[in-house]
């Protein structure tokens, strides 16, 4: 790309590489959530697929910093991307991924981390989940009691998360835990990344009236985790989640670094309608985030 690229020029060039490297969305296509378990595979498979290419092709994270392989350019051209895709199929399996996992670690891991992940993400091979609910929680997050334990070097992780969108289907989580039993609840909490499929991790798919399982529940039996799976300093956790949560609420409004889903606008993701729908199916439509 020319550095002296307008936002314009840059929604022609794209347009061009759209209209040849991607499908059209035939008929009426949801950015929803799958009815079908085997169709939401399809469709996270295909996402990756989608995803992959759109990098090889020079236009992934357009707001993500260019060392991490982003394209580091301002929020204009992103919008000039949403207008040359729009009719085409993109990969909504990312959304998460790009719009609140990505940011969080571009704010708070390492050189190293960042340097390992954030490309994959960009790429394609690797979706993240949020393990931040708890079954016993409601809506006191910073009362949570999986813990995080310190056995020599590393640390033993147990107990259980809920309401995990896709973590059948994902590679990494982020997953607070508490580390500090001794201190006020706030401050006594890690946050830490780890594969979801690691050992001690139980992941079990929870059905759904509507027949599918987009929501799981998580175990964790002295899961090990090392120091440098932290996200942050141990301890720090509460600012990393709040930053995390401030990241779920621009992607949800329209304005994060997620190319491929603009909340608020044409093309919003029909996800959150039907998460709206469940909550108000269960009982819980009134039940709002303290913080305390």
Request: proline share 5%.
């Amino acid at each position: 790309m020319s550095e002296q690229e307008t936002p314009e020029e840059f929604r022609t060039r794209a347009r061009a590489w759209v209209e040849k490297n991607l499908p059209p969305i035939e008929g009426h296509a949801s950015a929803g959530l799958a009815i079908d378990d085997d169709e939401e595979l399809r469709q996270v498979a295909r996402s990756r697929e989608l995803q992959k290419k759109i990098f090889d092709g020079g236009f992934a994270g357009i707001r993500y910093p260019k060392e991490y392989g982003g394209q580091g350019l301002p929020r204009e051209y992103q919008v000039a991307w949403h207008e040359a895709t729009a009719g085409y199929q993109v990969p909504t399996a990312f959304s998460v991924t790009h719009g609140i996992i990505g940011p969080t670690l571009v704010d708070f891991g390492t050189e190293e981390q960042k340097a390992q992940h954030i490309p994959a993400m960009l790429d394609g091979r690797e979706l993240w989940v949020q393990f931040l609910s708890e079954p016993s929680g409601g809506s006191d997050l910073a009362g949570l009691l999986t813990r995080a334990d310190r056995d020599g070097d590393m640390f033993r992780l147990n107990g259980s998360k809920i309401w995990s969108t896709g973590a059948h289907f994902c590679d990494y989580t982020m997953v607070l835990a508490r580390t500090n039993m001794d201190v006020p609840k706030h401050a006594g909490l890690s946050m830490f990344m780890m594969p979801v499929r690691s050992p001690g991790v139980t992941v079990t798919p929870i059905k759904l009236v509507t027949g599918g399982s987009h929501f799981c529940q998580e175990f964790f039996d002295d899961v090990q985790l090392s120091p440098d799976q932290l996200i942050g300093p141990e301890n720090d956790g509460w600012r990393i989640t709040s930053k995390l949560l401030n990241h779920e609420r621009n992607m949800i409004g329209g304005n994060s670094l997620n190319d491929h889903a603009v909340g608020g606008e044409e093309g919003e993701d029909d996800s959150i309608g039907e998460l709206a729908a469940l909550a108000k199916a269960v009982g819980r439509n009134d039940d709002s985030y303290t913080g305390s």
